[in-house]
């Protein structure tokens, strides 16, 4: 089916995505799992249940976390050890 709106096509589009039934009360974005709001809430929170062992820095996600912290190690790999040398 075409549209010559933008507007019209999104309507449509919603009869072919499943019902997202849990709201957010801050930001009204939906999902369509309640895990996945609690999730989403801890932002509005400022919640970070999850910190780096390393720095200290806090994360509202730990896959978040795990990104960092991969960050981190890569930095590492790469460090110029020259002062200790000489």
């Not at 978040?64 to 590492?76: C, G």
């Amino acid at each position: 089916k075409d549209f010559h709106r933008l507007s019209a096509f999104r309507s449509h589009w919603r009869i072919h995505v499943p019902a997202r039934p849990f709201v957010c009360p801050v930001c009204r974005q939906n999902f369509l799992r309640k895990h996945d709001l609690n999730r989403h809430s801890r932002i509005h929170q400022g919640v970070k249940p999850f910190a780096c062992s390393r720095c200290g820095k806090g994360f509202v996600r730990k896959d978040a976390l795990r990104r960092h912290e991969s960050m981190i190690e890569d930095v590492r790999r790469f460090r110029c050890v020259a002062k200790s040398i000489f």
